[in-house]
């Protein structure tokens, strides 16, 4: 069975200051891997994916990502953080095309000025 | 275009009572998923449809709950009988499979507040 781990539910960071998110998957077969961003009331807007290729992927709003399948992570970095970006993150992992997503528990952002 | 968009944004109904949910995905996207999101389950796959396949209700926690999706377009949620725990925000993403990848896109949900 497909299964995501954030380990981080709550992150404090000051703007400007770099962001790492945590993302562990478990999946069988090659992952399909996606970071989405949820504001309050909000639904779920896609910061960026990683489907084969480049392991580094870039997104919206200046984060990137980088598949390591040896250690099974997707982790999810910005050098230098807004204030806007406090929210809720959350990684998730699916088996390709028409494929049920599967998320973690999301991570919760919160940017001190 | 238009993002997915979803009717009510926000419901209040009595327990036992039946609701419908409703969600427009994204014009030529061909395949819709449902989701819930709770505060005790996180975010959970309920549902989803592509073309004219059957679809995968693997899902849905109990036979309350259906869905359809008319002219492969719009579709409905449909709970029956709501208990409390049904109270949760339901998501809606729709998806164009094109070149063997599939990103969801998601609405903004509808908040079910089950008294």
């Known amino acids: 069975a497909q299964s995501v781990t954030q380990p981080d539910i709550h992150i404090t960071v000051s703007e400007g200051a770099s962001l790492e998110l945590r993302c562990n998957y478990s999946?069988?077969?090659?992952?399909?891997l996606f970071w989405y961003v949820q504001s309050p009331g909000q639904g779920l807007q896609l910061l960026l994916k990683y489907f084969s290729g480049d392991t580094l992927v870039q997104g919206i709003k200046g984060f990137e990502a980088e598949f390591k399948r040896s250690q099974s992570s997707f982790n999810l970095r910005k050098p230098s953080v807004h204030w806007s970006d406090a929210a809720e993150y959350f990684c998730a992992v699916g088996g390709g095309t028409a494929s049920k997503l599967t998320f973690g528990t999301g991570t919760r952002l919160q940017v001190t000025l | 275009g238009a993002g997915v968009s979803q009717s009510p944004s926000n419901k209040v109904t009595e327990k036992g009572k039946d609701v419908e949910l409703r969600c427009d995905p994204i014009s030529g996207h061909t395949a819709l998923y449902w989701y819930r999101q709770s505060l005790g389950q996180g975010l959970e796959f309920l549902i989803y449809f592509q073309g004219n396949s059957a679809p995968d209700k693997s899902g849905l926690p109990s036979d309350r709950f259906s869905a359809e999706r008319t002219g492969g377009s719009v579709s409905t949620l449909t709970i029956q009988r709501t208990q409390q725990e049904d109270s949760a925000v339901y998501l809606c993403?729709?998806?164009?499979?094109?070149?063997?990848?599939?990103?969801?896109?998601f609405g903004p949900g509808t908040r079910l507040t089950v008294l």
């Open positions: 993403a729709s998806s164009l499979i094109q070149f063997g990848t599939d990103t969801q896109y």
């Open positions: 999946y069988g077969a090659t992952p399909y």
